[in-house]
């Protein structure tokens, strides 16, 4: 059985979505710090959860019987930034607790996520490798750094079963950004179809690694399946689908809609994506468990623009 932690966010709405539909409604726990009303809430089994709370969380992993736990809950790059204790609390104590959980022999599996942000401005900035400087100057970059170096201290001291992938900028239409250096990337679609024109919290040539949701959660599903073996880098894989600029994905929103404009107003998220890199080597993740992306800059501005502008009207 499946504990989702973090389940009404970005990432774990969809991953929610997915993994009930591969394991079954009653196989998969969703849980948040509140209780919306939304589809992850009212479509199956959704238990109110504190990720800092340990005792809460090992309650819900006694009562459901809980095998693999996926760990959600975050602050974003941007929202850090404005609240460092409590990004750095929420993001490395949310982690500890699940670490010791599987520590304690109480739950068998762990997906963590890890992120490029990892990197810094010391960091080789192009195809950037698995294995490189790592000296990141955010707040969330230090988190998850710091985490993946625990991730890796669990599994090898006392053999935690924990996986981990370093999501690029993830770009979906079912859910909002929640406060992220890479949000741009979503909004844009947004708001090329409801205004035609958007204006750019990063500048033209701000080169990013990103990634459709679909993919992102492919991967995520697909580490979690492999064989233990299989999963020879414990601290977090590098992975990697597309690189574009504000610039680029303005012009590939203007093959659909050929009136679309775009302006440039760089605020401090400016910083934060100029100590990213901007492309990922991810040759390991490809190697080791078959990692491979279906959707690139074309395809995916195909699907954004269809289905948000069902949505919308
Ligand atoms: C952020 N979307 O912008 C996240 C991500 C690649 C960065 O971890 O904070």
């Not at 959860?49 to 819900?60: P, S």
């Not at 006694?62 to 929202?79: G, K, N, P, R, W």
């Amino acid at each position: 059985k499946i504990l989702i932690i973090g389940a009404c966010g970005q990432i774990g709405t969809e991953l929610t979505t997915k993994l009930r539909s591969i394991y079954g409604n009653d196989n998969v726990i969703a849980s948040d710090i509140r209780k919306l009303n939304n589809d992850i809430v009212n479509n199956g089994i959704f238990e109110v959860v504190n990720a800092l709370d340990y005792n809460q969380i090992e309650h819900l992993i006694e009562q459901y019987q809980i095998t693999d736990v996926y760990l959600m809950a975050a602050l974003l790059s941007a929202t850090a930034e404005k609240n460092p204790a409590f990004a750095w609390d929420l993001n490395m104590n949310s982690l500890f607790h699940v670490l010791n959980l599987a520590k304690a022999g109480k739950i068998k599996k762990i997906f963590w996520p890890s992120s490029i942000a990892v990197f810094g401005p010391t960091t080789p900035r192009d195809n950037t490798p698995q294995y490189t400087i790592m000296e990141p100057t955010t707040v969330y970059g230090i988190s998850k750094q710091t985490g993946e170096r625990w991730c890796e201290y669990y599994h090898h001291q006392y053999g935690v079963d924990v996986r981990s992938i370093r999501y690029p900028g993830l770009i979906s239409w079912t859910t909002e950004p929640g406060g992220g250096t890479t949000d741009y990337a979503v909004d844009i679609y947004h708001k090329a179809i409801e205004k035609g024109s958007f204006t750019s919290f990063l500048s033209e040539d701000t080169a990013l690694p990103m990634m459709y949701m679909d993919d992102a959660i492919k991967a995520t599903v697909s580490i979690m399946q492999a064989d233990a073996e299989k999963i020879k880098i414990r601290s977090s894989y590098n992975l990697s689908a597309m690189s574009f600029t504000p610039k680029e994905i303005a012009e590939e929103i203007k093959k659909h809609y050929p009136n679309f404009t775009i302006d440039y107003n760089p605020d401090f998220r400016q910083k934060i994506a100029d100590s990213w890199p901007a492309s990922i080597d991810d040759t390991s993740a490809r190697e080791d468990w078959g990692w491979s992306n279906d959707f690139n800059i074309e395809n995916m501005t195909v699907e954004m623009l269809e289905n948000l502008k069902k949505q919308k009207q």
